[in-house]
């Protein structure tokens, strides 16, 4: 490995100089879906994988089978009395299918400013009702709707089971 670096030589250099410039922590700039305003993140418990997520913009959870089954505990709560049961569209719109009013959702940067600013109507902010991180379970469990089915589906049976 040292050897490897050696026959690199300058260029390695340059690029760990370049990378040391970089802020450690160099947070996205997340802002409302509909209002646009900077979200407050002010006062807000911050799990490891929050912060990441801040910084990456890529929600730690996706496809972990673990974080989906808790994700859609808090759908069952916080959500499907107006998405519907499965996310199928109730008086707030499906997030099942692949069709977004906001296409930003496509990006997990976008679905948590959707989710934790709120979006047009009786779609209110969950800021202050779920913490940063309780939005990160339920967004792995409404990614995995498209991206793995037969995950989200084990969530929702995982549920239903413990819940005769
Ligand atoms: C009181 C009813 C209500 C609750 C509770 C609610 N929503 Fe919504 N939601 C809506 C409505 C209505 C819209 C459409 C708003 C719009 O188009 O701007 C919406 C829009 C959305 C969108 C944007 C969909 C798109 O097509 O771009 C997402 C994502 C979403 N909700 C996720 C959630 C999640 C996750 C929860 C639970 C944490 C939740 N909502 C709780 C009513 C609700």
């Given at each position: 490995m040292f050897k490897k670096l050696a026959v690199a030589g300058g260029l390695s250099v340059f690029l760990a100089s370049g990378f040391a410039l970089m802020p450690a922590q160099a947070d996205l700039d997340f802002r409302g879906t509909v209002s646009g305003e900077p979200l407050d993140f002010t006062g807000e418990e911050e799990s490891p994988q929050f912060k990441e997520f801040k910084n990456t913009?890529?929600?730690?959870?996706?496809?972990?089978q673990e974080a989906l089954n808790k994700g859609y505990v808090i759908f069952a709560t916080a959500c499907s009395g107006c998405h519907g049961h499965l996310a199928e569209g109730k008086l707030g719109p499906a997030l099942?299918?692949?069709?977004?009013?906001?296409?930003?959702?496509?990006e997990d940067k976008g679905l948590f400013e959707t989710i934790y600013g709120g979006a047009a109507g009786?779609?209110?902010?969950?800021q202050g009702l779920l913490e940063p991180d309780e939005i990160l379970h339920v967004m792995s469990w409404v990614r995995a709707l498209q991206t793995e089915p037969e995950k989200a589906k084990k969530a929702v049976d995982t549920f239903e089971h413990r819940n005769g």
């Open positions: 913009g890529i929600n730690p959870y996706n496809g972990n099942s299918d692949d069709y977004w009013t906001y296409p930003t959702n496509l009786q779609m209110g902010p969950q």
